[in-house]
């Protein structure tokens, strides 16, 4: 489809690594009501992840009001086998350590808890979720009943 001729070279590179950062990354936005959707505000039960990202970025907009204290969301990826135990020792810990047990090598990758109004994201390096099946969710005390999806590489 690209022209050989440098202007269209160089637009074609331009559109491909325009893709490629898109491709790498997803957007959701979280509520007060406990929920999270994607952009178009459709549920997430699996976001597909393409094996030849490096990373894979999730970006998400708390849109709500609430302080985190109360209506807190995260990130949270970790093996499906591993988040039961994730949550069960993270409520221990409360939110000041955003329910999540400190340096938890069960924890893939985890963003910072945000209130309303609050962005965060989190970066996965995609080698590490490619055995097995892995889990986004958040690890707000109750929240991951709601707010949990899987991680589809592809
Ligand atoms: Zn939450």
């Known amino acids: 489809m690209c022209s050989k001729k440098l202007f269209f070279a160089l637009l074609c590179g331009l559109a491909s690594s325009v893709w490629a950062a898109d491709a790498c990354s997803f957007d959701i936005k979280s509520t007060d009501v406990m929920t999270w959707t994607n952009m178009a505000g459709k549920p997430i039960p699996v976001i597909t992840v393409p094996a030849s990202c490096a990373n894979f970025t999730i970006n998400m907009q708390h849109i709500g009001k609430m302080p985190k204290t109360a209506m807190g969301h995260n990130v949270v990826v970790v093996k499906s086998s591993d988040i039961k135990g994730v949550i069960k020792d993270g409520m221990r810990y409360g939110i000041s350590k955003d329910y999540l047990k400190p340096n938890d090598k069960r924890v893939v990758a985890a963003s910072k808890m945000i209130g309303g109004g609050e962005k965060t994201s989190v970066k996965i390096p995609v080698a590490k979720i490619k055995d ?23």
């Not at 097995?132 to 589809?152: A, I, N, P, T, V």
């Open 132 to 154: 097995g099946e892995y889990l986004f969710f958040c690890s707000f005390l109750g929240h991951d009943r709601k707010m949990r999806g899987k991680l589809e590489v592809k």
